[in-house]
């Protein structure tokens, strides 16, 4: 069956970097992409960027573009986001997902919280 | 693309019909593949979002057919036909007309009254 482990949560101080982690398994990885969503506190789904595992082609939210880069482990199947510059309102839920031609499967959310 | 939900809250009793409303900005329909690009997700309290409804009135794999999916170009709808307490939690509208890039609705919250 299709899963997706995300890393742990995180505690980062503002200008602080954090990379989160969201492994892969139960299907082939480079047959899909993969979407990074996030949910700040009483806030809706935001859609931050996806990648393609077939050869690493992104696309960002222009809200992120320059502070977010979205990778790929063939080797291990895993997805990476890594988000720099943080500041307090970037305390969220970070989710991964599975896209196809949709996102369908979703990782259990990682919560990084930013606070000095 | 903008996605508008309402309501922002919806209050409902067990065993009642419940519906919400998402309008796009731009219409969502593709005439060339005869398909339209909005699915429908719900965000259970400590879950992670869950695929309901995939290209407008397609329920994914286990959804219950007490949910469904209408609309056309602009106007969608989500149905709940006689709504149980597992369905408490956040709807939201996704469109992904410009994938890979997907925005989503406000979110409706759904609870019990």
């Known amino acids: 069956q299709v899963q997706l482990v995300q890393s742990g949560g995180e505690v980062k101080k503002p200008g602080a970097s954090v990379k989160v982690s969201c492994q892969a398994s139960?299907?082939?990885?480079?047959?899909?992409?993969f979407s990074w969503v996030r949910q700040a506190p009483g806030q809706g789904l935001e859609w931050m960027g996806w990648i393609t595992a077939y050869d690493g082609d992104t696309k960002y939210a222009q809200k992120f573009q320059g502070r977010v880069t979205l990778t790929t482990d063939t080797s291990t199947s895993t997805a990476y986001m890594e988000l720099r510059s943080l500041r307090s309102d970037d305390t969220a839920m970070y989710y991964c997902a599975r896209v196809g031609a949709r996102p369908d499967y979703w990782g259990q959310g990682t919560l990084v919280a930013v606070s000095s | 693309i903008v996605l508008t939900q309402t309501p922002l809250s919806l209050p409902v009793t067990p065993g009642e019909p419940a519906s919400i409303s998402c309008r796009s900005s731009q219409s969502l329909s593709d005439s060339a593949y005869g398909t339209t690009y909005l699915d429908w997700y719900l965000l259970k309290p400590g879950q992670s979002p869950q695929l309901l409804i995939y290209a407008l009135s397609n329920r994914a794999s286990g959804v219950p057919d007490r949910f469904s999916g209408s609309g056309s170009g602009t106007d969608f709808t989500l149905r709940i036909s006689r709504v149980e307490a597992e369905d408490v939690g956040v709807y939201y509208c996704m469109q992904r007309k410009e994938f890979p890039s997907v925005t989503f609705g406000g979110g409706t919250k759904v609870e019990i009254k």
């Open positions: 139960g299907y082939t990885f480079t047959n899909y992409g």
